[in-house]
């Protein structure tokens, strides 16, 4: 408005009027808010991440986005690749398959592809390769049967002297030779990966499918090996601190460590000095450095249920940067006094040498504030572990009285037996112990944020936007069909979805709903454009507390290190806030390329334990639907299938998208989101992920006038119908 205001000179008398307006315009979808700019909806931001799909007729590249909501805006925009002729030597020539970075504008030299991109950086070069499933043919040769669900039907040909060493049944990665445009296309096999069975296969196929480094380059193991551990000259002295680390019992890196003290200072009675000490990363991943390449390359850990894919070597990430009980260890240090109400008063930086009073985990930890401490845990109890609980009681209050987000939504933990076979889907229990160390890294988090913006340093945010409003009018709509009101307003706060939340806990529909406002919320991102973090409902947010596993918190290091002038490993003075813009974007597509290929994995793992359990009936949740079927979460496994709408029964079944539901035209005949459904496993394709389901039970019946139950529906057809197969018990 600010910017309006000035353009066309008007004074503070428009300001009313002009804001009414800008909101109609909202309201009516005009425009929408994308972070702090003003935006038309359905158009490309300046930078784009975006995949090059193909050539046009004159040979030159085309790309499209690789985030953008067909639901809402239609088919993706078609960007016309701009190369420069006299490219920097550091930028490679992009190619069809291509991921890059674009910096985009409007085209008005054809009336087709409307956009324009300059290519920035080539994130992720195209390999040409296929992954799949080999089957030997009898007389030589065979197929390969792609692993991606998409492609899942569509076999190509492996000639006679093209399958290299696979066996009938090996997972192989293959190079596409030909793609005809009539026949099956052929295919090389280049590397044998093994039996799907093993524990191996299964993660490489994630692994390979998303084109995620796992194999460290020589130089960057020579690096990491050649580190040595820091002198404790370069660090202030702080090791008599009883400083303790509180993780996962299974972790196997231990890189934030944490202290509390009631504060001695009289006016502030009831308060605390909290320490958060994460390892000094920065120390060894210098900028520039093989470490620091791989890094950010791989931009962050990837973690499956049968292994972990490090952003950095173990010798950094296990060793060097491992907070160990009982040695010495540099750390960056977050010194941060709280009010007896939890609120921040004031806090420091420090670069200093640690040592770990002992190694806890989850459970032992809060096992011990519970009256069983263990031989470990009982002399920590009052000098160390009372005062961190209770200055996370303080804590506590704030966040209270913040009111973030607070979304149900328990997270499932896939176990597996030695043979890396699925050996049972847990929910892990919620401690406080859990909650405690959130909120000391939110706290030291917002502390960083602050720290580099008083000193006008340019940092990378954590920053997670407000709900689109396209989206907040589809859930308006769909809380209106369960009689929940979300009250029209200018700006939405996250207290106004926490009350619509408490007043479904406990009931039928409370995980519906809380499924449903989650889908309404935006992606949470980094960039060096501060719009705040909307679900923490915080101004100012950064990650510092995981820079062993995320590229963005070393960043934040070395910015705190350059701001403070606190020694080598510094953010260069050269670098400014275009530069980290662009680490922002790829930061932000390796986190959800390490999403989709965790969730895959997961997917395959359950679908391979699922496989001899065909013709089983399943409890389950409807978690998803289109016009094509429902989707369904098994209670058992929290696995998700398909059930395709041409199996549903000889009504034809419409998606009523504000209601969420697919609905029968003859009978009415409704299935929704978030309805208990019981199904049978038709079939399982444990390379692909991918499970088929049979509805078993039937939906409500709702008649076009809202007449429900069995007797409206005889009355418009003389009959209810039945599925064919449906059991009758």
Known sequence: ?????????????????LKDLMRELADDGVVARRKKRLHIPGTLPAVVVADITSRDREGDLIAQPVEWDEAEHGAPPKIRVQVPRQRRAALPAPGVGDRVLLKTEESTEDGHVRHAGRVLKVLDRSKARILGLYRRLPGGGGRLVPIEKKNIGRELSVPPGAEGDAEDGDLVSA????????????????????????????????????????????????EAEAARPAPLESYEDWRTL????????????????????ADLDPDNRGGFVLTVAIADVARYIRPGSALDREARLRGNSVYFPDRVVPMLPERI????????????RPAMAARMIISADGKKLKHSFHRI???????????????????????????????????????????????????????????????????GSVNRVIVPERLDAHRLIEEFMILANVAAAETLERHKTPLVYRVHDQPALEKLESLRTFLGTLGIALPKAPVQRPSGFNTILAKVAGSDTAQLVNEVVLRSQAQAEYAVENYGHFGLNLRRYAHFTSPIRRYADLLVHRALIRALKLGDGALADSVGAED???????????????????????????????????????????????????????????????????????????FDEQRMALVGERTGETHRLGDTVTVKLVEAAPVAGALRFELLSEGRFETPTGRSGKRAIRRLTGKVARRPGRSQK
């Not at 408005?1 to 428009?14: T, V």
């Not at 196929?205 to 960057?220: R, S, T």
């Not at 996370?392 to 987000?405: E, S, W």
């Open 1 to 17: 408005m600010r910017d309006i205001m000035r353009a066309f000179g008007l004074g503070s008398a428009a300001r009313g009027p």
């Open 353 to 419: 040498m640690m040592r770990s009073a002992a190694k806890l985990a989850y459970p032992q930890a809060q096992a011990a504030i519970d009256g069983r401490p263990d031989e470990v845990t009982a002399p920590l109890l009052e000098p160390v572990l009372q005062p961190l609980w209770a200055a996370y009681a303080a804590l506590k209050r704030a966040r209270d009285a913040r009111g973030p987000l607070d979304l149900d939504l328990p997270e499932r933990k896939v176990l597996l037996k030695p043979d």
């Open 580 to 654: 980290l813009a662009e680490i922002a974007a790829e930061i932000s597509a390796t986190e959800r390329r390490a999403m989709a290929a965790e969730r895959d994995t997961v997917d395959r793992l359950i679908a391979h334990h699922l496989a001899d359990r065909v013709g089983a009936t399943f409890g389950g949740r409807i978690a998803g639907m289109t016009r094509a079927g429902l989707f369904v979460r098994l209670s058992e496994t929290g696995a998700d299938g398909f059930v395709p709408v041409a199996t549903l029964g000889a009504d034809y079944f419409r």
């Open 175 to 222: 190079d596409l030779v030909r793609q005809g445009r009539f026949g099956l296309s052929t295919a090389r096999v280049r590397e044998k990966l093994g039996s799907v069975a093993s524990e191996r296969a299964i993660s490489l196929i994630a692994l390979l499918a998303h084109g995620i480094p796992h194999v460290f380059p020589p130089a960057v193991l020579q």
């Open 242 to 261: 009883p400083l303790v680390t509180i993780d996962p019992a299974d972790a196997k890196d231990h890189d934030d460590a944490v202290h509390a003290e």
């Open 317 to 328: 990430s296990n060793d060097l940067c491992s907070l160990r009980p009982l040695v010495d």
